[in-house]
């Protein structure tokens, strides 16, 4: 089963990437801060990690960079997940090890592609 955390300090959009992102094949973890949501990476070491930039206790630029500098973290796809829009900020995130850069408000399906992609899944599975 693949593991897929959710970091993100807005909880309607939590519930949505949840419900997005829903399928027997997938563990979803989530959290609601920087500090809790690089802990968790940690402890879960998840196969998709979807970020949102700006966050309580630590910003998702501070957890990509912490998980670039740890080995053990770093092999672990990123999809930076955010309102922050502008050429600078996804440079800053491509610097930070982001793999892919979704701006709010974003598709699901294109979420959905993501993150297959970057687990190597076929998007079959999701076919209606």
């Not at 979807?50 to 501070?62: A, F, H, R, V």
């Not at 309102?83 to 701006?103: H, M």
Request: with cysteine.
């Amino acid at each position: 089963m693949k593991t897929i955390l959710i970091a993100d300090d807005e909880e309607d959009l939590r519930a949505l990437l949840l419900m997005t992102l829903e399928d027997p094949a997938y563990r979803l973890v989530e959290a609601s801060d920087g500090e809790s949501a690089l802990q968790l990476i940690q402890t879960e070491h998840p196969d998709v990690v979807i970020l949102d930039w700006m966050m309580p206790k630590k910003n998702g630029i501070e957890v990509a960079r912490a998980m670039q500098a740890h080995p053990q973290l770093s092999y672990i796809p990123i999809i930076m997940l955010t309102a922050k829009d502008q050429t600078d900020d996804q440079d800053q995130g491509q610097e930070a090890g982001v793999c892919a850069y979704l701006v709010k408000p974003f598709s699901p399906l294109q979420l959905l592609d993501l993150v297959q992609q970057l687990m190597g899944e076929s998007s079959a599975r999701f076919a209606g």
